[in-house]
């Protein structure tokens, strides 16, 4: 599968299948910290994962206005 990650932006191509839990295990990122996106939409932990996907990981941000 590609996986797309932000800040930095960069491209990795892992095998598959998996879970994306597995797949944030992998790349050493905590599953609170990071969203986990396909086609433009949020996925959860237990999602499968394929050879054929396209994954974007994204840092969360918080933050706002008080």
Known sequence: MKVILRNPRRELDISG???VINLLATLDLNREAHLVMRDGEL???DAALDDSDVIEVRPVISGGER
Request: no cysteine; proline share 33%.
């Open 43 to 45: 996925i959860p932990g």
């Open 17 to 19: 299948p998996r879970t």
